[in-house]
């Protein structure tokens, strides 16, 4: 079997790399040995550090010419280069925080786990892993798992415009936002549309404060646009019971477009199948939603709180 032992990083300075790779970012300093070197007789140093139990280690090799020196701290021209990986995020995070390493940003949830990216003394970037169960969680208690990353929903979004754009090639297909839970998901899907399009919105009263469907559907403001001869495409944050997105296809159907189709970024699952006659279609999903989980975040409000997460997360009504 082989692994790669040793990656070399370029370092102005033995010391000053040995002291921030060791007290600040943690790492062990396995080996300092005198040398000389082969090509110039001059004295140079064999330095390796390692993560505390890793196999591969840096050299930390001191630039001895302008074009080593120019390159410290460039080795891959601004990426990311260099990947640590822990198996507590939350606890690495807070260590390397303490110990004054420079992040450049929050950690931030992905489907593969927790990421965040910190800076070497040089400015080498790195970027900080771990499980999606080992996160510094949400401040607040109220919001839950995060069901729907904010990656996941880009490439989401950007899949479903793909589908509008070719289904609607050669027609400018009015997209109808019902608002607000629907802001953020609209904003998102008319740019991921390559073609022209027109937009209006609709607002009608929803859950309020409460987190259970009323089943009132009530215009609160109609559209500016006469749809009569339009495609139409209602946009919705998420269809539960249907109810809602049923009337609007209904009272907009009566007013002569020339056709009415449906788009929600969340689709709860009972709405699919079991639901009573007059189920609604919809044309473009987005994701299917477990039948319990009331969800907040990317334009969903729990009391009208929480619209502006950028992803989309359970929420715990009394944490
Ligand atoms: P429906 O008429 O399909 O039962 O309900 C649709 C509306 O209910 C959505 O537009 C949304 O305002 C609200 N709703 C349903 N489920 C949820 C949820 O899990 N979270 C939030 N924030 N609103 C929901």
Redesign the pocket.
């Known amino acids: 079997m082989s692994h790669i032992d040793l990656v070399s990083l370029l370092v102005e300075d033995y010391d000053e790399a040995i002291a921030f790779y060791v007290e600040k970012a943690g790492f062990e300093l396995v080996e300092d040995s005198p040398e000389t070197s082969s090509v110039t007789g001059d004295p140079k140093r064999w330095v390796v550090v390692r993560p505390p139990g890793a196999q591969t280690g840096l050299l930390l090799a001191r630039a001895s010419d302008d074009a080593q020196r120019a390159a410290v701290g460039r080795q891959t021209g601004g990426r990311v280069g260099l990947f640590l990986h822990t198996d507590d995020f939350a606890a690495a995070h807070q260590r390397m925080t303490e110990a004054g390493i420079r992040f450049t940003q929050p950690p931030r949830q992905e489907a593969y786990g927790w990421v965040v990216v910190w800076e070497d003394l040089y400015g080498n970037r790195w970027d900080l892993l771990g499980p999606a169960d080992s996160g510094p969680g949400p401040a607040d208690p109220h919001i839950g798992e995060i069901l729907f990353s904010q990656t996941q929903i880009a490439a989401r979004v950007a899949e479903l415009g793909r589908q509008i754009t070719a289904d609607y090639a050669g027609r400018t297909p009015l997209l109808v936002s019902?608002l607000k839970?629907?802001l953020v998901f609209m904003a998102d899907l008319m740019r991921a549309i390559d073609g022209p399009a027109e937009i209006d919105v609709l607002a009608v009263s929803?859950?309020g404060a409460a987190?259970k469907?009323s089943?009132v559907?009530r215009i609160i403001k109609d559209l500016d646009h006469d749809v009569a001869g339009r495609d139409v495409i209602l946009v919705?944050?998420?269809?539960?019971?249907?109810?809602?997105?049923r009337y609007l296809v209904d009272r907009l159907s009566s007013q002569g477009p020339a056709s009415v189709s449906t788009c929600a970024l969340l689709v709860?699952e009972a709405?699919h199948g079991g639901q009573s006659e007059g189920a609604v279609t919809i044309d473009y999903e987005g994701f299917r939603?477990p039948a319990s989980?009331?969800?907040?975040g990317y334009g969903?409000?729990?009391g009208q709180l929480y619209r502006n997460l950028p992803y989309v997360a359970s929420?715990i009504p009394q944490p």
């Open positions: 019902v839970g629907s929803s859950y987190t469907s089943g559907v919705e944050d998420i269809v539960d019971s249907g109810l809602t997105m709860r709405a939603l989980a009331f969800v907040i969903l409000d729990a929420y």
